[in-house]
């Protein structure tokens, strides 16, 4: 019996170093367990800073002159003084019709004004004549007034030459076809030796006016008010640029709005103007306009990137000064340039993460980094 509580005890203390060993050796698998690092993110601050409110459209340039050259006489062409896609000024010449033709209709006419220049004299000298006779009553009151009639008729038959003469030298200059304005012509239309006439299909060249340039464009219906009030106040402005020169835009006029709603499209035009003495916008060429409505004073701007959208919406995270990131529901409204305005969620001077969101959690250390 004694024996036997002898292993007994024996046994209870050979298995008290093996329990201690056992729980001694939990608290050590739990100081094991590794922590997150820092996520390595790219941090920028808000800015406050004032921008404009704009609308951006998709214009297109439109030349403020453009003349069909038409011959107003019939005749052939005996000279082309004008090379395609030259730039012309007011008064150069284009084109020479066949002038001898209407020269010596000017002629004739000349002859005919004078030949009634000295009829009218004669029937004035015999007017007076009767005219001294009538008071002697050596003549009767009919010839007094056959020889009054025919002193009109031959003046009648005067201004009418005058205006035959004055017909056929409008006919001769109309031979030599110039440039009614300045700018830039186009393709001709007719060869050396063709014939030509008043109401050709074509004409002979169209000529463009480059300086200054219109961009016409269309706003949506719903933004009519807003645009009205900016024209009111004198606020409205207009960029225009060149799809491949975003960065380089010129300041315009906005110088029409239509006067309806157009029917299919609820879409209202408007036209700016903007100075091109350089020739930089051409017709026919698609540009993008903003017209500047006024400004917002005191925007919050963050760098585009910063905003990244849920299925909650869009957000962004905010670096506090725990080094600790807060995931931040905001609202945006336009960008500028790279920037873009942060209309709710955010202060000037808070920190946002631009770069490495994806390493990010909510309430988790992060690490700045260029």
Not at 105 to 117: V, Y
Not at 211 to 233: C, G, H, K, T, W
Not at 337 to 342: E, I, Y
Request: with cysteine.
């Amino acid at each position: 019996m004694k024996s036997h509580k002898r292993l007994l005890v024996l046994g209870i203390l050979a298995l008290a170093p093996a329990c201690k060993r056992v729980e001694g050796a939990e608290p050590s698998r739990s100081q094991a367990q590794p922590q997150r690092p820092p996520a390595p993110v790219t941090v920028a601050t808000a800015i406050e800073r004032d921008v404009p409110v704009y609308l951006d459209q998709i214009g297109k340039n439109v030349a403020p002159e453009v003349v069909t050259i038409q011959p107003q006489v019939s005749g052939r062409i005996t000279a082309i003084d004008v090379k395609d896609g030259a730039t012309v000024k007011r008064g150069d010449l284009l084109f020479t019709i066949d002038p001898r033709p209407y020269r010596a209709q000017l002629e004739s006419a000349e002859a005919s004004m004078s030949r009634n220049a000295a009829e009218l004299e004669l029937a004035r000298l015999e007017f007076g004549r009767v005219q001294a006779l009538l008071r002697t009553d050596a003549i009767s009151q009919q010839d007094h007034d056959s020889r009054r009639s025919a002193v009109a008729v031959s003046e009648a038959q005067l201004r009418l030459s005058r205006a035959a003469v004055d017909t056929a030298k409008l006919n001769l200059e109309y031979c030599y076809i110039r440039s009614p304005i300045d700018g830039r012509a186009g393709q001709r239309l007719v060869d050396l030796g063709n014939v030509v006439g008043p109401g050709a299909p074509g004409g002979l060249m169209v000529i463009q006016r480059l300086d200054p340039m219109y961009a016409d464009f269309s706003i949506p219906e719903n933004d009519l008010s807003s645009v009205q009030r900016a024209i009111a106040s004198g606020q409205a402005r207009v960029e225009v640029r060149l799809p491949d020169e975003p960065d380089q835009p010129r300041g315009g006029t906005l110088t029409f709005l239509d006067n309806a709603v157009q029917d299919g499209t609820g879409t209202v035009k408007l036209r700016a103007t903007i100075k091109n003495t350089d020739w930089h916008f051409w017709p026919g060429r698609f540009v993008k306009v903003r017209l500047v409505l006024g400004t917002q004073n005191g925007a919050v701007l963050v760098p585009s990137t910063a905003t990244q959208t849920s299925a909650k919406g869009l957000f962004v995270y905010v670096v506090k000064d725990d080094s600790t990131a807060e995931l931040r529901p905001v609202t945006v409204g336009q960008r500028q340039g790279d920037l873009v305005a942060v209309a709710q969620g955010l202060k000037g001077g808070e920190r946002v993460v631009t770069a490495g969101q994806l390493a990010v959690t909510p309430g988790g250390r992060v690490r700045s980094q260029p």
